[in-house]
């Protein structure tokens, strides 16, 4: 309310976009005006950290983030692409904060239908939802957070050949040890194929970063694996 009238807040005013990708995605880009899926993705790809300090939307809407996390922090976020495997209670945390963050492509696994207790743990959802599944609800609200983002639903079975198109996977919520092993052994062992500075072509490793989160009661546990090999620039949260 502002001098006695009700004035709606921006977020509730933006609706997601139907694109290619998925059910849900927002096509606004960074300098203004609609862009095609394609034409995004190919800026957030071709972009570097001068390009980001160019462009003065970006640096207004996360200035903040650019001086916590940095430049080169903040580019890779605005390049991710993050599969989230399950939106209960912690997995709809992980999509709403990774969103509001900036991460070029979010998307939502959780085909189980909503019941009654999800509600108490899931702040999207509502009694209307019951019955539906779980990512499908949450997806357009999820994409309502942040027009930057492409939010969309990972439909049928998660399989090696969709997994690999994202730069890092996060599980959630109570998820069996083999199942786990299996994703993070092959999220791992991921590799890509590029030119050496001779032209030759060289297979260099390419892992997917693998996370689980789980919590039970009051308690909770997180892992992380960001594969063989990575450079950890401030190792004692000084700089």
């Given at each position: 309310?502002?001098?006695?009238?009700?004035?709606?807040?921006?977020l509730?005013?933006?609706r997601?976009?139907?694109?290619?990708l998925?059910?849900?995605g927002?096509?606004?880009g960074?300098?203004g005006?609609?862009?095609?899926?394609?034409e995004?993705?190919?800026?957030?790809?071709?972009?570097?950290?001068?390009?980001?300090?160019?462009n003065?939307?970006?640096?207004?809407l996360?200035s903040?983030?650019?001086?916590?996390?940095?430049l080169d922090?903040m580019?890779?976020?605005?390049?991710?692409?993050v599969l989230?495997?399950?939106?209960?209670g912690?997995?709809i945390?992980v999509?709403?904060?990774v969103?509001?963050?900036?991460a070029?492509?979010i998307?939502?696994?959780d085909?189980a239908?909503t019941e009654?207790?999800?509600?108490g743990?899931n702040?999207?959802l509502?009694?209307?939802?019951?019955g539906?599944p779980?990512?499908?609800?949450?997806a357009?609200?999820v994409?309502?957070?942040?027009?930057?983002?492409?939010?969309?639903?990972?439909?049928?079975?998660?399989?090696?050949?969709?997994?690999?198109?994202y730069?890092a996977v996060v599980f959630t919520g109570?998820?069996?040890?083999s199942?786990?092993t299996r994703w993070?052994?092959f999220?791992?062992?991921?590799?890509?194929?590029?030119?050496?500075?001779?032209?030759?072509?060289?297979t260099?490793?390419?892992?997917?970063a693998?996370?689980?989160c789980?919590?039970?009661g009051?308690s909770?546990?997180?892992?992380?694996?960001?594969?063989?090999g990575?450079?950890?620039?401030?190792p004692d949260?000084?700089?």
């Amino acid at each position: 309310v502002v001098d006695g009238q009700t004035v709606s807040h921006p977020l509730s005013r933006r609706r997601p976009v139907q694109l290619s990708l998925g059910r849900w995605g927002v096509g606004v880009g960074w300098g203004g005006g609609t862009r095609s899926l394609a034409e995004h993705d190919a800026m957030a790809a071709q972009m570097s950290t001068s390009d980001l300090e160019q462009n003065a939307h970006l640096m207004d809407l996360y200035s903040r983030q650019i001086g916590a996390y940095g430049l080169d922090a903040m580019l890779k976020l605005v390049q991710m692409k993050v599969l989230i495997v399950g939106v209960k209670g912690v997995g709809i945390e992980v999509a709403k904060n990774v969103t509001l963050a900036g991460a070029h492509t979010i998307t939502l696994h959780d085909p189980a239908l909503t019941e009654t207790r999800d509600l108490g743990s899931n702040f999207f959802l509502t009694e209307a939802d019951v019955g539906k599944p779980r990512d499908e609800v949450c997806a357009p609200k999820v994409a309502e957070l942040n027009n930057l983002v492409h939010v969309n639903v990972l439909e049928g079975e998660m399989t090696e050949e969709n997994v690999g198109n994202y730069d890092a996977v996060v599980f959630t919520g109570d998820v069996d040890k083999s199942t786990l092993t299996r994703w993070n052994e092959f999220c791992r062992s991921r590799s890509t194929t590029v030119h050496d500075p001779r032209g030759r072509l060289i297979t260099k490793p390419r892992p997917i970063a693998f996370f689980h989160c789980f919590t039970g009661g009051a308690s909770g546990s997180g892992f992380g694996d960001h594969g063989p090999g990575y450079v950890l620039r401030d190792p004692d949260g000084k700089d």
